[in-house]
């Protein structure tokens, strides 16, 4: 069955450090994918996103992610995560083979200790 | 609008009553989605409608559950006979067309089932 996998449902980070987030998908086919992330409190929104062109995708806060197509995976990256990056994050693929809905992976739920 | 509306933000029923849960999309966005985000089991995608089709029923989780969307705007998800193991944020999210597009998501519509 198409789906989407996130391997971790709880981080914990100091500030400073460094995050890669996992995120595989099962589609075949061309993807668009997407990582959105609610913060405490707030509406899910767009964190960034992949179309197509260079698979190395930036988003907004620093956060960047990268498209492995011969590994089905989108991982997400910061290089020093901020108290204020504490929040749940999604990965969400919406595919052609899916019949373009979007579906989402389980999220993440990272705390950053200040 | 400028974003996406839901109502009621929150409602509590008893276990058997029929509850309806509306969305009012940004104005001309043609796609409109429909997921359930319980405790650790992420985004459950429900359905969702291009225009007023809808060409994707299968996220519904029982015959319990229907939607609707008219002058391909406004949706209404009803659940009869509600069971406690509804009790979830019902979220709705529109996009300007379906594909390759970014959701906007309303504030969501908490149901707590007694």
């Known amino acids: 069955a198409q789906s989407v996998s996130q391997h971790n449902h709880h981080v914990i980070l100091s500030e400073a450090a460094s995050l890669e987030l996992g995120c595989n998908y099962s589609?075949?086919?061309?993807?668009?994918l997407f990582w959105y992330v609610q913060y405490p409190g707030q509406h899910l929104q767009l964190l960034l996103k992949?179309?197509?062109?260079?698979?190395l995708v930036k988003g907004i806060k620093g956060f960047e992610a990268e498209f492995i197509k011969s590994k089905f995976s989108f991982n997400l990256r910061k290089p020093s995560v901020q108290w204020s990056d504490t929040a749940e994050y999604f990965c969400?693929?919406?595919?052609?083979?899916?019949?373009?809905?979007?579906?989402f992976g389980a999220g993440t739920r990272l705390f950053v200790k200040a | 609008g400028a974003g996406v509306s839901q109502s009621p933000s929150n409602k509590v029923t008893e276990k058997g009553k029929d509850v309806e849960l509306r969305c009012d999309p940004i104005?001309?966005?043609?796609?409109l989605y429909w997921y359930r985000q319980s405790l650790g089991q992420g985004l459950e995608f429900l359905i969702y409608?291009?225009?007023?089709?809808?060409?994707?029923k299968s996220g519904l989780p029982s015959d319990r559950f229907s939607a609707e969307r008219t002058g391909g705007s406004v949706s209404t998800l009803t659940i009869q006979r509600t069971q406690q193991e509804d009790s979830a944020v019902y979220l709705c999210?529109?996009?300007?067309?379906?594909?390759?597009?970014?959701?906007?998501f309303g504030a969501g519509s908490r149901l707590t089932v007694l």
């Open positions: 992949y179309f197509s062109g260079d698979p």
């Open positions: 969400a693929v919406n595919a052609e083979t899916g019949g373009f809905k979007t579906i």
């Open positions: 104005s001309g966005h043609t796609a």
């Open positions: 999210a529109s996009s300007p067309r379906s594909g390759a597009n970014v959701l906007t």
């Open positions: 589609y075949g086919g061309t993807v668009n």
């Open positions: 409608f291009q225009g007023n089709s809808a060409p994707d």
